[in-house]
Nanobody, 120 residues
Framework: QVQLVESGGGLVQPGGSLRLSCAAS????????MGWYRQAPGKQRELVAS???????NHAESVKGRFTISSDTAKNTVHLQMNKLKYEDTAVFYC??????????????WGQGTQVTVSS
């Protein structure tokens, strides 16, 4: 079994910063990629950023220049540094990962989500 546990969400004022972290644990053979999605009230879940095992990153246009994804492959951890937060960044942020275990490859393990609220 694999678990993804997020941390770092909370309440922040517009213009502020937060750093999300997600740690993967369990019967992991190899992590192919990790990423962050978010879902705002009444909206569909959307990709925020992703990073591959080789370090190639992808950021949604709406967060480019403000958010940065990074990973620590030795610790099976991914981070999302969020700067210059806006009201519209308010959402539940979910960690996701494509992981190979002894049972094979699963492209989409999900964490339980962490709330990010941007409010004055």
């Amino acid at each position: 079994q694999v678990q993804l546990v997020e941390s770092g969400g909370g309440l922040v004022q517009p213009g502020g910063s937060l750093r999300l972290s997600c740690a993967a644990s369990g019967s992991i053979y190899m992590i192919d990629s990790m990423g962050w999605y978010r879902q705002a009230p009444g909206k569909q879940r959307e990709l925020v950023a992703s990073i591959t095992r080789s370090g190639r990153t992808n950021h949604a246009e709406s967060v480019k220049g403000r958010f940065t994804i990074s990973s620590d492959t030795a610790k099976n951890t991914v981070h999302l540094q969020m700067n210059k937060l806006k009201y519209e960044d308010t959402a539940v942020f979910y960690c996701t990962a494509g992981i190979t275990t002894t049972l094979g490859y699963v492209p989409d393990y999900w964490g339980q989500g962490t709330q990010v609220t941007v409010s004055s």
